[in-house]
């Protein structure tokens, strides 16, 4: 019976699309039609091949969904949400990348032997060039909403199955993923699944809003609805504006709802040249939802969020109850140079030559560990600078597998390769035209691609994956890297002649630990992490004590993390030694370690393993000495085997070999 039925099913698609005019009334949409046309003359499907739904392994897997986690995690919470409303129904959740691989998947684990033989599971390739007919194939070259409901699938195997599809766009408008919902079975009628689109739908929105304001922290977004009761808890069109009320970017739907205003060019345009209201007046109304009018009289209700990490209400600035205030956040809603400085006297002096380069077209190098902020610094460069109102791009070449790294710095042309987008890619060098390109982890970059990009810098121009058209392309480049990359140019793994190229200017971001203003630092970090809902905290002096003693191996980030989670357990209006993490409260723990039984003085002819200790340097404060002194009684019970004593004070190997660097801790048998 399935043998007839799959039958029947391939002679209809075939006789379709070799004959489409003489039906009158087409029984399947012109869109599907197009698309069964596409995928047997074009991609050369046979609708009855056997073959079941290709599925990445998990190392395959690894190489597309790592230079999107940051989206991913994002996203899950929405994937998890719209699974819990269908999974009763028999649906299983997708969400597929921009290659159509599907990076997450959520369904019953009792039917997950024959999910993954339908292909809806993890790793699955849903490409239409792959498939055919199918709601992420088709729906990646659609870029709209939309099912496909059983007979609709170009391949046979696949007919028995409905799926629905929505497309979720990055802030750059870039088709960024394709959130969908499949079921074994189904009614017959397609008009069953409306309500199961309207839903991915909506869930595809709540995910792209949310990554479109997780890329705006430090900006204003202004938030849009036609409704005004529905305008607090619903943004169907979403604005991000820099501190002098610019639009830096918008979500795809709202460029192309405001497409008819300033001939079409809203990128860059102050507010005021949208709306009837400046954005001192928008300003002044945060807080509160109010009316606002295009110039061409379309009404909307807006409301507008501040910079979460950067500008404190009034109200919630004096919510910071600390012995040190922490100093002004910007009012303007960007992390300007000044501000990254601080108290620094390295810094500062740094940022005085970052500002006298401005603007002249000198390529720049941040050096730093990880975790100093070097992205944060090549923002707030890119902020200062005449490019301000352009694209701020960023790339981790570490982050990008090394097969997928060239198409995403050059992108490439229809067809370049398969599984490419049908329409090509604009890659990231031409994103960033007008504006800036930061190179995270240049070290990383494979050799085979440093050449063109040393093109790129020298000609200005870029030649796309399967292109024979160079096209010109005007960016400021800023670089990063962790690793010494002079030594790198030294072995031959980077090209000497693209380091000089990029290597214009270079500045080194300080370590944490090494910070002249580390408390004022944290009174700052603590003011960026204090969220509306949070009651009045401050940092007790114990905590404070212990925070400023803390070497802070993974420099600022780490820190961040550690008042994220102090202000999560804190139950009362002061952080204090509890509240902080476990691997800082070992230091506490250092202090209260109880003395190891009394070691009798070797005689002077004792065996060379008695430990030769350089005295401590004067400038440790009271915690550092009590530190330094419990790791050395550590190290002498257990006769230097660091492990043992690491166990023993609390804290890991790699930490305790960090610290005896530090305090000069020297072991018998390296003197």
């Known amino acids: 019976m399935r043998y007839f039925k799959h039958s029947r099913h391939c002679e209809k698609i075939i006789s379709l699309v070799e004959k489409p005019s003489e039906s009158e009334n087409l029984p399947v949409a012109t869109d599907v039609l197009k698309s069964w046309q596409r995928s047997l003359q074009q991609h050369g499907i046979d609708p009855s091949r056997p073959n079941q739904v290709r599925i990445l392994t998990a190392r395959e897997l690894r190489e597309y969904s790592q230079p999107i986690e940051e989206f991913l995690s994002i996203a899950r919470a ?126 595809a929105h709540m995910i792209e809003t949310a990554y479109f304001c997780s890329h705006f922290p430090e900006h204003y977004i202004l938030k849009l609805n036609r409704c005004r009761e529905l305008a607090e808890v619903r943004n169907d069109f979403l604005l ?78 004096g919510r910071i109850n600390s012995t040190r205030r922490p100093s002004s956040v910007p009012r303007d809603g960007s992390l300007t140079l000044d501000y990254l400085a601080g108290a620094d006297a390295t810094l500062k002096a740094n940022v005085e030559r970052m500002k006298r380069v401005l603007d002249k077209n000198i390529s720049i190098m941040l050096f730093g560990e990880t975790g100093t902020g070097k992205e944060v610094f090549a923002r707030a460069i890119h902020n200062a600078s005449r490019r301000a109102g352009k694209p701020f791009v960023a790339v981790n070449c570490a982050a990008i597998p090394e097969s997928l790294i060239e198409s995403e710095l050059f992108g490439y042309t229809d067809g370049a390769f398969t599984g490419a987008r049908s329409k090509g890619m604009r890659g990231k060098l031409l994103q960033a035209d007008g504006g800036t390109l930061f190179l995270d982890e240049i070290g990383d970059m494979p050799a085979s691609l440093q050449p063109r990009l040393l093109r790129v810098l020298a000609e200005k121009e870029v030649i796309p994956l399967g292109g024979d058209r160079a096209i010109p392309v005007d960016i400021q480049v800023i670089c990063a890297t962790h690793r010494n990359i002079r030594q790198l140019v030294a072995s031959g793994a980077f090209r000497e002649d693209l380091f000089y190229r990029l290597n214009g200017i270079a500045f080194e971001l300080p370590p944490l630990r090494n910070r002249s203003d580390l408390a004022r630092l944290i009174h700052s970090a603590l003011a960026l992490e204090v969220e509306a809902e949070t009651a009045s905290v401050g940092i007790g002096p114990e905590a404070m004590a212990l925070l400023t003693a803390f070497d802070w191996p993974g420099n600022i980030r780490q820190l961040r993390n550690a008042l994220r989670y102090a202000l999560a357990v ?102």
């Open 570 to 671: 804190c139950d009362g209006q002061s952080i204090g030694i509890h509240d902080l993490p476990e691997e800082i409260s070992a230091v506490l723990h250092l202090q209260t370690v109880p003395p190891p039984p009394a070691i009798a003085p070797a005689p002077q002819t004792a065996s060379p393993a008695a430990p030769v200790l350089p005295a401590p340097a004067d400038d440790l404060n009271h915690l550092e000495r009590a530190e330094r002194e419990a790791i050395v009684q550590a190290l002498i019970q257990h006769k230097w085997q660091v492990s043992r004593a690491a166990r023993t004070v609390g804290i890991s190997r790699a930490t305790i070999y960090r610290k005896m660097e530090r305090y000069r801790i020297t072991a018998p048998n390296k003197i």
């Open 78 to 203: 929405g994937i998890d949400n719209l699974h819990r409303h269908v999974c009763d129904l028999g649906y299983s959740t997708l969400l597929c990348d921009a290659q159509g691989i599907t990076v997450d998947w959520r369904g019953e684990d009792r039917f997950k032997k024959e999910w993954k033989q339908a292909g809806l599971y993890l790793g699955a390739v849903w490409t239409e060039c792959h498939e055919g007919t199918c709601s992420v194939g088709t729906g990646l070259i659609e870029q709209r909403p939309l099912t496909i409901h059983h007979g609709e699938h170009f391949r046979a195997l696949n007919a028995e199955l409905t799926c629905s599809s929505a497309p979720i766009f990055d802030p750059s408008g870039q088709l960024l993923a394709v959130l969908d919902v499949s079921a074994l079975r189904s009614p017959e009628s397609k008009d069953s699944q409306h309500l199961t689109l309207q839903l991915v739908i909506q869930t």
């Open 240 to 317: 991000a504006l820099d501190g002098e009320g610019r639009v830096l970017a918008g979500t795809r739907k709202t460029l192309e709802a405001l497409a008819a205003l300033a001939d079409g060019r809203i990128i860059g345009r102050d507010i005021g040249e949208l709306f009837d209201m400046n954005f001192e007046r928008v300003q002044s109304s945060a807080g509160l939802v109010f009316p606002l009018r295009t110039h061409r009289g379309e009404g909307f209700y807006a409301s507008l969020r501040a910079p979460q990490a950067l500008h404190l209400p009034p109200a919630q600035a």
